[in-house]
């Protein structure tokens, strides 16, 4: 069995049906990074190869801790069209609230060219409507400077539904399942 598969076989359920029991958990959810292509809806030429933040159920939002939108507002996770995007990927690509973008992820039997970026993706291209900008702590890193998908800090983020819409066939690095406590709470609590 290979990664993907193994990643993609795992029933995450009783995990999350057990999170909900415990009193210090305020959300949980699941999320993964989508190895994909993205581009301007209007330039699809200029896209590149990024990962692609994906909440996979809708408490995973949560857990992240909610962003300062900057423009716009935080897309809908139960609609498959709609992503966020973070300001690099606002300058990056050249779009704002309202524009579309073309993403096409790796599909999951493509892991390998996903990683060498060698190839275009073969997975099924969706257009999505930029509905909001956001801000996040993590979106103060500093730059490395390079153009490799781990050094990109620009994020376009998509919900479940857009999962849902690719029936989960993409080239992810792991799924997690996040976690917001309580506030107070501690380790031992929980």
Not at 33 to 38: K, M, Q, S
Request: proline share 6%; net charge negative.
């Amino acid at each position: 069995e290979s990664y993907q598969e193994a990643c993609a076989a795992y029933d995450y359920a009783d995990l999350l049906a057990f999170l909900e029991t415990v009193p210090e958990v305020e959300a949980a959810g699941r999320g993964t990074l989508a190895i994909g292509n993205v581009a301007p809806a209007e330039r699809p030429e200029t896209g590149w190869r990024q990962l692609v933040p994906v909440m996979l159920d809708a408490g995973a939002l949560q857990t992240v801790g909610a962003p300062i939108i900057v423009a716009g507002r935080p897309a809908d996770p139960d609609v498959a069209t709609e992503a966020t995007i973070n300001e690099e990927a606002s300058v990056r690509l050249s779009v704002g609230v309202g524009d579309e973008l073309l993403i096409t992820p790796y599909r999951s039997d493509e892991f390998d060219l996903a990683g060498e970026g060698a190839a275009a993706p073969g997975g099924e291209q969706t257009t999505v409507t930029v509905v909001g900008i956001t801000r996040r702590p993590s979106d103060l890193v500093g730059r490395l400077g390079g153009t490799s998908i781990y050094e990109d800090t620009s994020a376009v983020t998509v919900g479940p539904a857009w999962w849902d819409q690719i029936d989960g066939d993409a080239s992810v690095y792991g799924i997690a399942t996040a976690v917001l406590t309580a506030s107070g709470s501690t380790n031992e609590d929980v």
